[in-house]
């Protein structure tokens, strides 16, 4: 495949990465698996504190084909398989499954448990079905642990190049006379020498927009956040169905291989997020509803009390497209953020593509002119 054109050869070796999610460890281990160069994640909290550490993490090939993230999401399906071979299935609790939409009978009333040709082609979901239909087989559809493999990202670019974590907050980007990054200052002060900067801050890319003076501000969209709060329980078997309902305020279950159930739904409007990563409030009623959606649709999940409450942020676009690439105007400038509910997914082919950029000044395999801030496809 042709690389697509993005500049000429750069070579950054002083990489800064604001963000320890799922996007900055990207970034960091395709630095170091391809390129042999390490960076510098800094992070408030550490690795994954936020929707990347609390984030369902199923995996679609070709549900977004025929939009402007199409290529971006193949491309990633398929490294996940390649980070599971490399890292290991087991590490990073990556397998393949199916994916099913159960349509649910509708009012508020007792559950109640269809049988015949109402559950084929149904594993658990056996509570209020009115329908069923197939999604997806083993070969579109997988899943992964997103805190699991964060953590091996992470591990492998530390301990194979030397790429170090800063524990800390971005508040301003240097630059020098030519307009040039040369250094971050964190909000305690500190001063950390870069000749790249990434933005990977998910919701919080928001206020990064600051960091290059008003004029970047002015270029660079809004950043926001949907809030999400989910529930893990403990199912009685290893279940290998994911399914999304519709009814009943349309949950989302993926069962994991380590047995436990992954359920969420019921998100919050977006918003300019204020809230610190890893210190999002869970709001009991939410979790409520989410455990009254388990009772209506699965015998086997509905009596199971959740052995973990928490809620996240995923980041998003008034256009609904990521933002990746160069920030115009300021040399070893980067952002990569923005992902949607797609970020554990498209993680990957987002941070082999920010690496190419950034040591090749080319991408090879996503044309990242999609997701740019002048993309054609902005509104």
Same mark, same amino acid.
């Given at each position: 495949m042709a690389p697509h054109r993005a500049g000429t050869m750069v070579a950054y070796s002083k990489i800064v990465i604001a963000g320890g999610g799922i996007i900055g460890n990207s970034i960091s281990y395709y630095l170091a698996k391809r390129h042999s160069t390490p960076s510098t994640i800094i992070d408030p909290v550490g690795i994954a504190p936020a929707a990347s550490g609390k984030a369902g993490g199923f995996l679609a090939r070709d549900w977004s084909d025929h939009s402007p993230v199409g290529e971006l999401q193949r491309r990633s399906f398929?490294?996940?398989?390649?980070?599971?071979?490399?890292? #290991?299935?087991?590490?990073?609790?990556?397998?393949?499954?199916?994916?099913?939409?159960?349509?649910? &009978?509708?009012?508020?009333?007792?559950?109640?448990?269809?049988?015949?040709?109402?559950? $084929?082609?149904?594993?658990?979901?056996?509570?209020?079905?009115?329908?069923?239909?197939?999604? #997806?087989?083993?070969? =579109?559809?997988?899943?992964?642990?997103?805190?699991?493999?964060?953590?091996?990202?992470?591990?492998?670019?530390?301990?194979?190049?030397?790429?170090?974590?800063?524990?800390?907050?971005?508040? &301003?980007?240097?630059?020098?006379?030519?307009?040039?990054?040369?250094?971050?200052?964190? $909000?305690?002060? =500190?001063?950390?020498?870069?000749?790249?900067?990434?933005?990977?801050?998910?919701?919080? =890319?928001?206020?990064?927009?600051?960091?290059? #003076?008003? $004029?970047?501000?002015?270029?660079?969209?809004?950043?926001?956040?949907?809030?999400?709060?989910?529930?893990?329980? !403990?199912? !009685?078997?290893?279940?290998?169905?994911?399914?999304?309902?519709? #009814?009943?305020?349309? !949950?989302?279950?993926? !069962?994991?291989?380590?047995?436990?159930?992954?359920i969420t739904g019921f998100p919050d409007p977006s918003i300019i997020v204020t809230e610190s990563p890893g210190s999002e409030e869970v709001r009991q009623e939410v979790v409520n509803t989410l455990i009254d959606a388990a009772k209506k649709t699965s015998t086997e999940l509905g009596n199971i009390p959740p052995h973990t409450e928490q809620a996240c942020y995923l980041p998003t676009t008034d256009d609904g497209i990521p933002v990746i690439g160069e920030i115009p105007g300021v040399k070893g400038a980067f952002v990569a953020a923005g992902h949607g509910c797609w970020g554990i997914l498209n993680g990957p082919a987002t941070g082999e593509a920010v690496a190419e950029l950034l040591v090749e000044g080319k991408t090879r395999y996503v044309n990242l002119q999609v997701f740019g801030l002048n993309s054609p496809y902005r509104r």
């Open positions: 398929d490294l996940h398989a390649e980070l599971a071979r490399d890292l #290991g299935e087991r590490v990073l609790d990556y397998r393949r499954l199916e994916a099913a939409a159960v349509a649910l &009978e509708g009012g508020g009333g007792m559950a109640s448990k269809p049988s015949g040709k109402k559950l $084929e082609g149904v594993e658990w979901a056996d509570v209020n079905v009115r329908g069923v239909r197939m999604l #997806g087989g083993r070969d =579109t559809i997988a899943q992964v642990h997103p805190k699991k493999l964060s953590d091996a990202l992470w591990n492998y670019s530390e301990q194979s190049v030397g790429s170090k974590l800063v524990i800390g907050k971005v508040v &301003e980007a240097i630059l020098d006379s030519d307009g040039a990054v040369c250094g971050v200052k964190l $909000e305690d002060g =500190t001063i950390i020498e870069a000749d790249a900067l990434v933005v990977a801050c998910g919701p919080w =890319t928001h206020s990064a927009r600051t960091w290059f #003076g008003p $004029e970047v501000e002015a270029k660079m969209p809004q950043m926001f956040g949907v809030k999400y709060h989910s529930i893990l329980v !403990p199912s !009685p078997r290893v279940l290998n169905q994911a399914v999304f309902f519709s #009814g009943h305020g349309d !949950p989302e279950v993926y !069962p994991r291989p380590d047995g436990d159930a992954f």
